[in-house]
Protein backbone atom coordinates (compact mmCIF):
# COMPACT_ATOMS: atom_id res chain seq x y z
CA UNK A 1 0.00 0.00 0.00
CA UNK A 2 2.91 2.24 0.74
CA UNK A 3 1.30 5.25 2.53
CA UNK A 4 3.09 7.14 4.77
CA UNK A 5 1.59 7.70 8.53
CA UNK A 6 1.93 10.51 10.98
CA UNK A 7 4.24 9.89 13.66
CA UNK A 8 5.69 11.75 16.85
CA UNK A 9 8.91 11.28 18.46
CA UNK A 10 7.13 10.19 21.47
CA UNK A 11 5.36 6.88 19.50
CA UNK A 12 8.93 6.40 17.86
CA UNK A 13 10.40 6.13 21.23
CA UNK A 14 7.85 4.26 22.47
CA UNK A 15 7.93 1.50 19.95
CA UNK A 16 11.64 1.24 19.65
CA UNK A 17 11.75 0.57 23.54
CA UNK A 18 8.77 -2.05 23.68
CA UNK A 19 10.56 -3.66 20.98
CA UNK A 20 13.85 -3.51 22.18
CA UNK A 21 13.01 -4.87 25.98
CA UNK A 22 10.18 -7.62 25.02
CA UNK A 23 10.42 -8.95 21.81
CA UNK A 24 12.95 -11.94 22.01
CA UNK A 25 13.10 -12.86 18.31
CA UNK A 26 13.34 -9.86 15.48
CA UNK A 27 12.54 -12.75 12.93
CA UNK A 28 8.85 -13.40 14.15
CA UNK A 29 8.36 -9.80 14.88
CA UNK A 30 9.14 -8.79 11.10
CA UNK A 31 6.91 -11.89 10.02
CA UNK A 32 4.14 -10.41 12.20
CA UNK A 33 4.51 -7.16 10.61
CA UNK A 34 4.59 -8.62 7.28
CA UNK A 35 0.90 -10.59 7.93
CA UNK A 36 -0.16 -7.42 9.25
CA UNK A 37 0.32 -5.76 5.67
CA UNK A 38 -0.90 -8.72 4.07
CA UNK A 39 -4.11 -8.16 6.03
CA UNK A 40 -4.34 -3.98 5.02
CA UNK A 41 -3.60 -4.93 1.34
CA UNK A 42 -5.84 -8.26 1.22
CA UNK A 43 -8.51 -6.72 2.99
CA UNK A 44 -7.63 -3.07 1.93
CA UNK A 45 -8.02 -1.55 4.97
CA UNK A 46 -8.47 2.36 5.03
CA UNK A 47 -5.76 3.50 7.57
CA UNK A 48 -8.44 6.08 9.42
CA UNK A 49 -10.18 2.29 9.64
CA UNK A 50 -7.52 0.91 12.13
CA UNK A 51 -5.71 1.36 14.95
CA UNK A 52 -2.48 0.10 15.90
CA UNK A 53 -1.84 0.22 19.62
CA UNK A 54 0.75 -0.92 22.32
CA UNK A 55 -1.21 -2.30 25.26
CA UNK A 56 -0.44 -1.90 28.84
CA UNK A 57 0.81 -5.85 28.81
CA UNK A 58 3.59 -4.00 26.21
CA UNK A 59 1.58 -6.38 23.87
CA UNK A 60 1.68 -5.28 19.52
CA UNK A 61 -2.17 -4.94 18.69
CA UNK A 62 -4.08 -3.97 15.58
CA UNK A 63 -8.02 -3.49 16.30
CA UNK A 64 -11.06 -3.19 13.67
CA UNK A 65 -13.69 -1.15 15.33
CA UNK A 66 -13.65 -2.66 19.18
CA UNK A 67 -11.88 -6.25 18.76
CA UNK A 68 -8.35 -7.13 17.46
CA UNK A 69 -7.62 -8.88 14.92
CA UNK A 70 -3.68 -9.70 15.24
CA UNK A 71 -1.83 -9.13 18.57
CA UNK A 72 1.91 -9.95 18.98
CA UNK A 73 3.45 -10.62 22.72
CA UNK A 74 6.03 -12.13 24.62
CA UNK A 75 5.90 -14.65 27.46
CA UNK A 76 8.70 -16.35 29.51
CA UNK A 77 10.83 -15.44 25.54
CA UNK A 78 8.47 -17.02 24.02
CA UNK A 79 7.00 -15.13 20.92
CA UNK A 80 2.83 -15.75 20.30
CA UNK A 81 0.23 -14.64 18.04
CA UNK A 82 -3.33 -13.96 19.50
CA UNK A 83 -5.65 -14.83 16.06
CA UNK A 84 -9.37 -13.73 15.26
CA UNK A 85 -10.98 -16.48 14.26
CA UNK A 86 -14.74 -17.49 13.52
CA UNK A 87 -15.56 -20.97 15.68
CA UNK A 88 -17.50 -22.37 12.90
CA UNK A 89 -14.57 -22.17 10.51
CA UNK A 90 -12.02 -23.97 12.89
CA UNK A 91 -14.70 -26.83 13.44
CA UNK A 92 -14.39 -27.48 9.58
CA UNK A 93 -10.90 -28.47 9.80
CA UNK A 94 -9.59 -32.21 11.31
CA UNK A 95 -6.11 -31.34 11.29
CA UNK A 96 -4.94 -30.46 14.68
CA UNK A 97 -4.60 -26.81 14.72
CA UNK A 98 -2.79 -26.10 17.94
CA UNK A 99 -5.36 -23.50 18.95
CA UNK A 100 -5.68 -22.12 22.46
CA UNK A 101 -8.60 -20.16 23.03
CA UNK A 102 -7.44 -16.96 24.76
CA UNK A 103 -10.77 -14.93 24.40
CA UNK A 104 -14.86 -15.50 22.90
CA UNK A 105 -16.11 -12.24 21.61
CA UNK A 106 -19.91 -11.71 22.98
CA UNK A 107 -22.57 -11.72 19.95
CA UNK A 108 -24.10 -14.00 17.59
CA UNK A 109 -20.83 -13.30 15.37
CA UNK A 110 -19.22 -16.55 17.03
CA UNK A 111 -15.72 -15.16 16.59
CA UNK A 112 -13.13 -15.65 19.09
CA UNK A 113 -9.51 -14.60 19.72
CA UNK A 114 -6.87 -17.65 19.62
CA UNK A 115 -3.56 -17.80 21.18
CA UNK A 116 -0.36 -19.77 19.14
CA UNK A 117 3.02 -19.97 19.61
CA UNK A 118 5.32 -17.71 16.81
CA UNK A 119 7.06 -20.89 15.77
CA UNK A 120 4.01 -23.07 15.12
CA UNK A 121 2.25 -20.80 13.13
CA UNK A 122 0.55 -22.17 9.45
CA UNK A 123 -1.10 -21.28 6.48
CA UNK A 124 -4.62 -22.58 7.75
CA UNK A 125 -4.12 -20.64 10.79
CA UNK A 126 -3.37 -17.42 8.40
CA UNK A 127 -6.45 -18.40 6.35
CA UNK A 128 -8.88 -18.47 8.96
CA UNK A 129 -7.52 -15.00 10.45
CA UNK A 130 -8.04 -13.50 7.03
CA UNK A 131 -11.47 -15.01 6.56
CA UNK A 132 -12.42 -13.68 10.23
CA UNK A 133 -10.90 -9.84 9.70
CA UNK A 134 -12.82 -9.50 6.40
CA UNK A 135 -16.00 -10.45 8.02
CA UNK A 136 -14.69 -7.60 10.37
CA UNK A 137 -13.76 -5.50 8.54
CA UNK A 138 -17.12 -5.68 6.48
CA UNK A 139 -19.36 -5.30 9.23
CA UNK A 140 -17.24 -1.30 10.79
CA UNK A 141 -15.67 -0.03 7.52
CA UNK A 142 -19.35 1.96 7.05
CA UNK A 143 -19.92 2.33 10.14
CA UNK A 144 -20.63 6.23 11.90
CA UNK A 145 -20.05 4.92 15.38
CA UNK A 146 -18.26 7.55 17.39
CA UNK A 147 -15.00 5.99 19.15
CA UNK A 148 -14.19 2.81 16.78
CA UNK A 149 -11.61 4.66 15.17
CA UNK A 150 -10.08 7.83 17.62
CA UNK A 151 -6.94 8.07 18.69
CA UNK A 152 -6.68 6.31 22.84
CA UNK A 153 -3.65 6.37 24.93
CA UNK A 154 -2.64 3.03 23.43
CA UNK A 155 -1.79 4.21 19.83
CA UNK A 156 1.36 4.02 18.63
CA UNK A 157 1.61 5.20 14.90
CA UNK A 158 5.16 4.44 13.96
CA UNK A 159 3.79 0.72 14.13
CA UNK A 160 1.28 1.40 11.83
CA UNK A 161 3.78 3.50 9.60
CA UNK A 162 5.96 0.16 9.96
CA UNK A 163 2.77 -2.40 9.00
CA UNK A 164 1.22 -0.13 6.08
CA UNK A 165 4.59 0.29 4.27
CA UNK A 166 5.74 -3.30 5.46
CA UNK A 167 9.54 -1.50 6.92
CA UNK A 168 12.12 -3.69 8.01
CA UNK A 169 12.00 -2.78 11.50
CA UNK A 170 15.29 -3.24 12.55
CA UNK A 171 16.57 -0.82 10.42
CA UNK A 172 13.21 1.55 10.97
CA UNK A 173 14.47 1.68 14.64
CA UNK A 174 18.05 2.29 13.84
CA UNK A 175 17.17 5.73 11.63
CA UNK A 176 16.70 7.11 14.98
CA UNK A 177 19.82 9.34 13.75
CA UNK A 178 18.33 10.35 10.66
CA UNK A 179 15.24 11.09 12.13
CA UNK A 180 15.59 15.15 11.83
CA UNK A 181 12.77 17.77 13.19
CA UNK A 182 12.27 18.50 9.89
CA UNK A 183 11.14 14.79 9.00
CA UNK A 184 9.16 14.81 12.54
CA UNK A 185 7.31 17.92 11.48
CA UNK A 186 6.91 16.62 7.54
CA UNK A 187 5.39 13.81 8.88
CA UNK A 188 3.15 15.61 11.61
CA UNK A 189 2.02 18.37 8.33
CA UNK A 190 0.00 15.09 7.11
CA UNK A 191 -2.69 15.14 9.47
CA UNK A 192 -3.04 18.75 9.05
CA UNK A 193 -3.09 18.85 5.50
CA UNK A 194 -5.17 15.96 5.54
CA UNK A 195 -8.65 17.50 4.96
CA UNK A 196 -7.09 19.37 1.97
CA UNK A 197 -6.01 16.12 0.27
CA UNK A 198 -9.37 14.39 1.04
CA UNK A 199 -10.89 17.17 -0.86
CA UNK A 200 -8.34 16.74 -3.95
CA UNK A 201 -9.02 13.11 -3.37
CA UNK A 202 -13.04 13.45 -3.69
CA UNK A 203 -12.95 16.29 -6.57
CA UNK A 204 -9.82 15.27 -8.22
CA UNK A 205 -8.53 19.03 -9.60
CA UNK A 206 -8.59 21.71 -6.61
CA UNK A 207 -7.31 25.77 -6.47
CA UNK A 208 -5.94 27.49 -3.41
CA UNK A 209 -6.79 30.39 -3.47
CA UNK A 210 -5.70 33.62 -1.17
CA UNK A 211 -3.34 36.91 -1.20
CA UNK A 212 -0.08 36.69 -2.01
CA UNK A 213 2.57 35.47 0.47
CA UNK A 214 0.42 32.73 2.05
CA UNK A 215 2.31 29.94 1.20
CA UNK A 216 -0.37 28.62 -1.10
CA UNK A 217 2.77 27.30 -3.60
CA UNK A 218 4.84 25.63 -0.81
CA UNK A 219 1.28 23.84 0.57
CA UNK A 220 0.57 22.42 -3.12
CA UNK A 221 4.22 20.72 -2.75
CA UNK A 222 3.62 19.71 0.59
CA UNK A 223 0.01 18.48 -0.47
CA UNK A 224 1.63 16.47 -3.78
CA UNK A 225 4.67 15.37 -2.14
CA UNK A 226 2.53 13.27 0.65
CA UNK A 227 0.16 12.26 -2.16
CA UNK A 228 3.06 10.36 -4.41
CA UNK A 229 5.51 9.78 -1.12
CA UNK A 230 5.98 6.13 -1.11
CA UNK A 231 7.60 6.44 2.60
CA UNK A 232 8.04 9.53 4.59
CA UNK A 233 11.27 7.86 6.27
CA UNK A 234 12.59 6.29 3.34
CA UNK A 235 12.23 9.54 0.59
CA UNK A 236 14.54 12.60 0.53
CA UNK A 237 12.48 15.47 1.30
CA UNK A 238 10.69 17.11 -1.56
CA UNK A 239 11.57 14.40 -4.32
CA UNK A 240 9.37 12.74 -6.28
CA UNK A 241 9.11 11.59 -10.00
CA UNK A 242 5.10 11.77 -9.80
CA UNK A 243 4.17 15.14 -9.44
CA UNK A 244 5.31 17.83 -11.99
CA UNK A 245 4.74 21.94 -11.40
CA UNK A 246 4.03 24.91 -14.11
CA UNK A 247 3.31 28.15 -14.21
CA UNK A 248 0.74 30.04 -16.27
CA UNK A 249 0.61 33.09 -17.78
CA UNK A 250 -1.05 35.61 -20.16
CA UNK A 251 0.05 34.14 -23.05
CA UNK A 252 -0.24 30.35 -22.66
CA UNK A 253 -1.80 28.15 -24.34
CA UNK A 254 -3.37 25.20 -25.38
CA UNK A 255 -0.26 24.29 -27.51
CA UNK A 256 1.59 24.72 -24.79
CA UNK A 257 -0.24 22.86 -21.79
CA UNK A 258 -2.16 20.00 -23.79
CA UNK A 259 -0.29 18.91 -27.13
CA UNK A 260 0.96 20.79 -30.10
CA UNK A 261 3.13 20.98 -33.07
CA UNK A 262 6.59 21.29 -33.52
CA UNK A 263 9.09 21.43 -36.59
CA UNK A 264 12.10 19.38 -36.36
CA UNK A 265 14.82 18.34 -38.63
CA UNK A 266 15.79 14.71 -39.53
CA UNK A 267 18.69 15.59 -41.07
CA UNK A 268 16.85 15.69 -44.18
CA UNK A 269 14.04 17.35 -44.34
CA UNK A 270 11.67 19.48 -41.77
CA UNK A 271 8.78 17.49 -40.09
CA UNK A 272 5.65 18.73 -38.68
CA UNK A 273 5.13 16.71 -35.46
CA UNK A 274 2.15 16.27 -33.03
CA UNK A 275 3.70 16.34 -29.12
CA UNK A 276 2.20 15.66 -26.23
CA UNK A 277 2.95 18.49 -23.68
CA UNK A 278 3.07 18.75 -19.78
CA UNK A 279 -0.29 18.20 -19.55
CA UNK A 280 -0.84 14.73 -21.80
CA UNK A 281 2.82 13.75 -21.08
CA UNK A 282 1.64 13.06 -17.26
CA UNK A 283 -1.96 11.67 -17.66
CA UNK A 284 -0.59 9.04 -20.15
CA UNK A 285 2.07 8.48 -17.42
CA UNK A 286 -0.50 8.21 -14.61
CA UNK A 287 -2.94 6.31 -17.03
CA UNK A 288 0.04 3.61 -18.03
CA UNK A 289 0.25 2.86 -14.02
CA UNK A 290 -3.29 2.66 -13.62
CA UNK A 291 -3.55 -0.07 -16.43
CA UNK A 292 0.05 -1.88 -15.19
CA UNK A 293 -1.16 -2.23 -11.78
CA UNK A 294 -4.60 -4.40 -12.88
CA UNK A 295 -2.13 -6.38 -14.34
CA UNK A 296 -1.61 -10.12 -13.49
CA UNK A 297 2.34 -10.43 -12.45
CA UNK A 298 2.79 -13.22 -15.33
CA UNK A 299 1.66 -10.72 -17.68
CA UNK A 300 3.49 -8.10 -16.86
CA UNK A 301 6.78 -10.58 -16.61
CA UNK A 302 6.25 -11.77 -19.98
CA UNK A 303 6.09 -7.84 -21.03
CA UNK A 304 9.00 -6.84 -19.59
CA UNK A 305 10.69 -10.00 -20.58
CA UNK A 306 9.70 -9.19 -24.55
CA UNK A 307 11.00 -5.30 -24.21
CA UNK A 308 14.59 -6.59 -22.88
CA UNK A 309 14.40 -8.89 -26.08
CA UNK A 310 13.54 -5.62 -28.29
CA UNK A 311 16.45 -4.01 -26.69
CA UNK A 312 18.56 -6.97 -27.86
CA UNK A 313 16.71 -7.25 -31.36
CA UNK A 314 17.35 -3.07 -32.11
CA UNK A 315 21.12 -3.67 -31.02
CA UNK A 316 21.41 -6.51 -34.21
CA UNK A 317 19.76 -4.46 -36.57
CA UNK A 318 22.13 -1.54 -35.08
CA UNK A 319 25.62 -3.78 -35.57
CA UNK A 320 23.76 -4.70 -39.41
CA UNK A 321 24.02 -0.90 -39.88
CA UNK A 322 27.54 -0.20 -38.93
CA UNK A 323 28.34 -3.10 -41.52
CA UNK A 324 26.76 -1.66 -44.46
CA UNK A 325 25.35 1.49 -43.67
CA UNK A 326 21.52 0.78 -43.70
CA UNK A 327 19.23 -2.43 -43.24
CA UNK A 328 17.11 -3.85 -45.67
CA UNK A 329 13.92 -4.85 -45.09
CA UNK A 330 13.44 -5.80 -48.93
CA UNK A 331 14.77 -5.14 -52.40
CA UNK A 332 12.85 -1.72 -52.19
CA UNK A 333 12.96 -0.53 -48.76
CA UNK A 334 15.76 -0.12 -46.21
CA UNK A 335 15.87 1.05 -42.76
CA UNK A 336 18.34 3.95 -42.36
CA UNK A 337 18.64 5.29 -38.78
CA UNK A 338 17.32 3.70 -35.50
CA UNK A 339 15.85 6.48 -33.10
CA UNK A 340 15.26 6.47 -29.69
CA UNK A 341 11.52 5.00 -30.01
CA UNK A 342 11.30 4.33 -33.89
CA UNK A 343 12.81 2.86 -37.17
CA UNK A 344 13.15 5.28 -39.59
CA UNK A 345 12.89 3.82 -43.08
CA UNK A 346 12.78 4.47 -46.92
CA UNK A 347 12.68 4.06 -50.17
CA UNK A 348 15.15 3.36 -52.85
CA UNK A 349 13.20 4.46 -54.86
CA UNK A 350 13.42 8.49 -53.68
CA UNK A 351 10.31 8.77 -51.33
CA UNK A 352 9.13 11.65 -50.84
CA UNK A 353 9.53 11.81 -47.40
CA UNK A 354 11.33 9.05 -44.68
CA UNK A 355 8.92 6.89 -42.46
CA UNK A 356 8.86 6.08 -38.77
CA UNK A 357 8.34 2.66 -37.32
CA UNK A 358 7.23 3.17 -33.87
CA UNK A 359 8.52 0.49 -31.23
CA UNK A 360 5.96 -0.11 -29.60
CA UNK A 361 4.04 -1.18 -32.31
CA UNK A 362 6.04 -3.85 -32.89
CA UNK A 363 6.21 -5.17 -29.35
CA UNK A 364 2.49 -5.01 -29.12
CA UNK A 365 1.86 -6.99 -32.32
CA UNK A 366 4.04 -9.37 -31.14
CA UNK A 367 2.81 -9.53 -27.99
CA UNK A 368 -0.94 -9.86 -28.69
CA UNK A 369 0.42 -12.86 -31.47
CA UNK A 370 -0.14 -11.01 -34.59
CA UNK A 371 1.78 -12.63 -37.71
CA UNK A 372 -0.37 -11.69 -41.14
CA UNK A 373 -0.33 -8.73 -42.62
CA UNK A 374 -4.45 -8.59 -43.03
CA UNK A 375 -4.25 -9.20 -38.90
CA UNK A 376 -1.66 -5.77 -39.16
CA UNK A 377 -4.30 -3.97 -41.41
CA UNK A 378 -7.20 -4.64 -39.32
CA UNK A 379 -5.40 -3.53 -35.93
CA UNK A 380 -6.90 -0.53 -34.33
CA UNK A 381 -4.17 -0.35 -31.61
CA UNK A 382 -1.42 0.90 -33.39
CA UNK A 383 -0.73 3.79 -35.42
CA UNK A 384 -2.49 4.60 -38.81
CA UNK A 385 0.91 4.17 -40.53
CA UNK A 386 1.18 0.64 -39.16
CA UNK A 387 -2.48 -0.19 -41.13
CA UNK A 388 -1.20 1.48 -43.82
CA UNK A 389 2.60 0.18 -44.46
CA UNK A 390 1.08 -3.42 -43.52
CA UNK A 391 3.86 -5.14 -45.79
CA UNK A 392 6.80 -3.09 -44.04
CA UNK A 393 5.92 -3.78 -40.75
CA UNK A 394 5.23 -7.31 -41.08
CA UNK A 395 8.52 -7.34 -42.26
CA UNK A 396 10.15 -5.86 -39.13
CA UNK A 397 7.92 -7.79 -37.04
CA UNK A 398 8.71 -11.03 -39.29
CA UNK A 399 12.31 -10.41 -38.24
CA UNK A 400 11.52 -10.04 -34.38
CA UNK A 401 9.73 -13.52 -34.34
CA UNK A 402 12.69 -15.22 -35.89
CA UNK A 403 15.12 -13.67 -33.16
CA UNK A 404 12.83 -14.67 -30.37
CA UNK A 405 12.73 -18.19 -31.95
CA UNK A 406 13.39 -20.85 -28.84
CA UNK A 407 13.85 -18.03 -26.29
CA UNK A 408 11.72 -19.26 -22.98
CA UNK A 409 9.88 -16.36 -20.52
CA UNK A 410 12.41 -16.94 -17.14
CA UNK A 411 10.21 -18.72 -14.57
CA UNK A 412 10.70 -15.96 -11.70
CA UNK A 413 7.82 -13.59 -11.91
CA UNK A 414 8.41 -9.52 -11.47
CA UNK A 415 6.58 -8.11 -8.61
CA UNK A 416 3.26 -6.43 -9.48
CA UNK A 417 2.90 -3.21 -10.24
CA UNK A 418 1.89 -0.75 -7.66
CA UNK A 419 -0.84 1.78 -8.36
CA UNK A 420 0.65 5.78 -7.55
CA UNK A 421 -0.50 9.06 -7.06
CA UNK A 422 0.37 11.25 -9.71
CA UNK A 423 0.07 15.38 -9.21
CA UNK A 424 0.43 18.29 -11.41
CA UNK A 425 0.62 21.52 -9.92
CA UNK A 426 -0.64 24.51 -11.89
CA UNK A 427 0.96 27.61 -10.61
CA UNK A 428 -1.13 31.32 -10.93
CA UNK A 429 -3.53 29.35 -12.28
CA UNK A 430 -5.59 32.17 -13.57
CA UNK A 431 -3.06 34.25 -15.54
CA UNK A 432 -3.82 32.16 -18.65
CA UNK A 433 -6.90 32.22 -20.62
CA UNK A 434 -8.77 28.33 -18.79
CA UNK A 435 -11.35 27.74 -21.43
CA UNK A 436 -8.81 28.33 -24.23
CA UNK A 437 -5.97 26.67 -22.53
CA UNK A 438 -7.71 23.49 -21.63
CA UNK A 439 -10.37 23.05 -24.73
CA UNK A 440 -11.85 19.73 -24.81
CA UNK A 441 -10.45 18.83 -21.59
CA UNK A 442 -13.06 20.42 -19.55
CA UNK A 443 -14.56 17.65 -20.25
CA UNK A 444 -11.98 15.05 -19.05
CA UNK A 445 -11.70 16.84 -15.67
CA UNK A 446 -15.12 15.62 -14.88
CA UNK A 447 -15.52 12.40 -16.51
CA UNK A 448 -11.92 10.57 -15.51
CA UNK A 449 -10.75 7.89 -17.20
CA UNK A 450 -12.89 8.44 -20.74
CA UNK A 451 -10.94 8.99 -23.84
CA UNK A 452 -11.84 12.72 -24.62
CA UNK A 453 -11.25 13.61 -28.50
CA UNK A 454 -8.20 16.56 -29.11
CA UNK A 455 -8.31 18.88 -31.86
CA UNK A 456 -4.55 17.30 -32.43
CA UNK A 457 -3.72 13.94 -33.35
CA UNK A 458 -0.57 12.65 -32.26
CA UNK A 459 1.64 9.61 -34.28
CA UNK A 460 1.57 7.77 -30.35
CA UNK A 461 -1.72 8.45 -29.10
CA UNK A 462 -4.14 9.00 -31.92
CA UNK A 463 -6.64 11.85 -31.50
CA UNK A 464 -7.53 10.84 -27.68
CA UNK A 465 -6.30 11.94 -24.62
CA UNK A 466 -7.29 10.27 -21.11
CA UNK A 467 -6.86 11.82 -17.89
CA UNK A 468 -6.93 8.70 -15.20
CA UNK A 469 -8.46 8.98 -11.73
CA UNK A 470 -4.78 8.54 -10.27
CA UNK A 471 -4.31 11.84 -11.31
CA UNK A 472 -4.59 15.17 -9.11
CA UNK A 473 -4.15 18.97 -10.71
CA UNK A 474 -3.56 21.83 -8.13
CA UNK A 475 -4.00 25.21 -9.13
CA UNK A 476 -2.71 28.02 -7.15
CA UNK A 477 -4.16 31.58 -7.44
CA UNK A 478 -3.59 34.96 -6.29
CA UNK A 479 -7.29 37.05 -4.83
CA UNK A 480 -5.30 39.88 -4.95
CA UNK A 481 -4.38 39.93 -8.78
CA UNK A 482 -7.55 42.07 -10.55
CA UNK A 483 -5.27 42.51 -13.57
CA UNK A 484 -5.83 38.99 -14.90
CA UNK A 485 -9.00 37.26 -16.27
CA UNK A 486 -11.29 35.41 -13.34
CA UNK A 487 -12.55 31.62 -13.65
CA UNK A 488 -15.58 31.24 -15.84
CA UNK A 489 -18.33 29.10 -14.10
CA UNK A 490 -17.88 26.07 -16.49
CA UNK A 491 -14.63 25.78 -15.30
CA UNK A 492 -15.11 27.01 -11.42
CA UNK A 493 -17.26 24.24 -11.06
CA UNK A 494 -15.14 21.24 -11.94
CA UNK A 495 -12.79 22.34 -8.97
CA UNK A 496 -13.22 22.96 -5.36
CA UNK A 497 -11.52 25.80 -4.07
CA UNK A 498 -9.75 26.38 -0.55
CA UNK A 499 -9.00 29.63 0.60
CA UNK A 500 -5.26 29.97 2.11
CA UNK A 501 -5.68 32.89 4.62
CA UNK A 502 -2.75 35.01 6.37
CA UNK A 503 -2.07 33.97 9.84
CA UNK A 504 -0.09 35.00 12.69
CA UNK A 505 2.53 32.00 13.16
CA UNK A 506 4.23 31.16 16.29
CA UNK A 507 7.89 30.78 16.31
CA UNK A 508 7.61 27.25 16.49
CA UNK A 509 6.32 27.16 13.41
CA UNK A 510 9.23 27.81 11.44
CA UNK A 511 12.53 26.18 10.25
CA UNK A 512 14.99 26.54 12.92
CA UNK A 513 16.88 29.90 11.69
CA UNK A 514 13.93 31.85 10.80
CA UNK A 515 11.49 34.18 13.03
CA UNK A 516 8.17 35.55 12.51
CA UNK A 517 7.47 39.20 13.16
CA UNK A 518 4.37 39.08 15.11
CA UNK A 519 4.45 43.14 16.03
CA UNK A 520 4.64 44.02 12.08
CA UNK A 521 1.93 41.69 10.84
CA UNK A 522 -0.68 43.01 13.19
CA UNK A 523 0.08 46.37 12.09
CA UNK A 524 -0.40 45.60 8.53
CA UNK A 525 -3.31 43.64 8.96
CA UNK A 526 -4.65 46.91 10.89
CA UNK A 527 -3.56 48.78 7.72
CA UNK A 528 -6.01 46.12 5.80
CA UNK A 529 -8.59 46.10 8.36
CA UNK A 530 -9.20 50.20 8.25
CA UNK A 531 -8.17 51.53 4.46
CA UNK A 532 -9.09 48.90 2.80
CA UNK A 533 -11.42 50.02 -0.34
CA UNK A 534 -15.39 48.44 -0.17
CA UNK A 535 -14.57 47.03 -3.47
CA UNK A 536 -12.04 43.91 -2.05
CA UNK A 537 -12.49 41.61 0.34
CA UNK A 538 -9.46 41.89 3.04
CA UNK A 539 -8.99 38.41 2.86
CA UNK A 540 -8.56 38.48 -0.45
CA UNK A 541 -6.02 41.43 -0.51
CA UNK A 542 -4.00 41.17 2.90
CA UNK A 543 -0.33 40.78 2.99
CA UNK A 544 -0.03 36.97 3.42
CA UNK A 545 2.34 35.56 6.46
CA UNK A 546 5.36 34.72 4.67
CA UNK A 547 6.22 38.45 4.35
CA UNK A 548 6.81 38.24 7.76
CA UNK A 549 9.33 35.34 8.20
CA UNK A 550 12.62 36.12 8.07
CA UNK A 551 15.98 35.36 9.19
CA UNK A 552 17.92 37.01 12.66
CA UNK A 553 18.64 40.20 11.10
CA UNK A 554 16.88 40.63 8.44
CA UNK A 555 13.81 41.93 8.38
CA UNK A 556 14.33 45.69 8.09
CA UNK A 557 15.47 44.57 4.65
CA UNK A 558 11.98 43.02 3.47
CA UNK A 559 10.20 45.72 5.33
CA UNK A 560 12.24 48.28 3.06
CA UNK A 561 11.93 46.46 -0.63
CA UNK A 562 9.29 44.47 0.02
CA UNK A 563 6.31 44.80 2.31
CA UNK A 564 6.24 49.27 1.89
CA UNK A 565 6.51 49.02 -2.20
CA UNK A 566 3.40 46.57 -2.44
CA UNK A 567 1.82 48.47 0.16
CA UNK A 568 2.02 51.73 -2.14
CA UNK A 569 1.47 49.93 -5.06
CA UNK A 570 -1.89 48.66 -3.14
CA UNK A 571 -2.70 52.49 -2.83
CA UNK A 572 -2.09 52.98 -6.58
CA UNK A 573 -4.68 50.25 -7.64
CA UNK A 574 -7.07 51.39 -5.04
CA UNK A 575 -7.39 48.30 -3.11
CA UNK A 576 -5.79 50.25 0.10
CA UNK A 577 -6.92 54.21 -0.01
CA UNK A 578 -4.54 57.45 0.00
CA UNK A 579 -5.27 58.00 4.13
CA UNK A 580 -2.95 54.39 4.35
CA UNK A 581 0.06 56.04 3.37
CA UNK A 582 1.15 58.07 6.28
CA UNK A 583 0.34 54.56 8.72
CA UNK A 584 3.14 52.67 5.68
CA UNK A 585 5.70 55.08 6.13
CA UNK A 586 5.54 55.02 9.76
CA UNK A 587 5.84 50.67 9.91
Known sequence: ?????????????????TYQKKVSSPSHFQKFIQRCFFLIEEIKIEPEKVRFAITSKKEFMVLLGMRPIIIYGSKNNEDFLELIMNELSIKKYDENLLLDKEYTFKGDDNKCLVRIKADL??????????????????????SKRAGWNEEAATTNNSFKHIAYNNLNVEEFINQEHSFSEEIFNRTMSISKNQEYINVLKHKKQIILQGPPGTGKTRLA??????????????????????YEIIQFHPSYSYEDFVRGISIESNGKDLEYITKNRVLAKIAKKAFKNKVDSQKETSLITKEKWIEEQFELFKDSIIDKMDEEGKFKLNEAVNIIEVESDAFRYTGENNWSATRRMK??????????GIKERSEIKNQKDINALGRSHATYFKLVLDLFYSFMKGKKIPNELNSKVELK?????????NRANLSSVLGELIYALEYRNEPVESMYTSEEDGNTIILPDNLYII??????DRSVGQIDYAIRRRFAFIDILPKNLQNDDLEEGYEFE???FEEVKSIFEEFTSREFNVNEVQLGHSYFIHKAGNFQLKLKFEIKPILME??????LSQKAHEKIEAL
Open 359 to 368: FDDIILLFTI
Open 1 to 17: MNQPIPFSKTDFQTFKN
Open 570 to 575: YINDGI
Open 121 to 142: INGTHLKLNLEASKEEYSSIKD
Open 475 to 480: GTMNTA
Open 421 to 429: NYVLIIDEI
Open 221 to 242: KEIAEELTASSIINKELNQSNH
Open 518 to 520: NEK
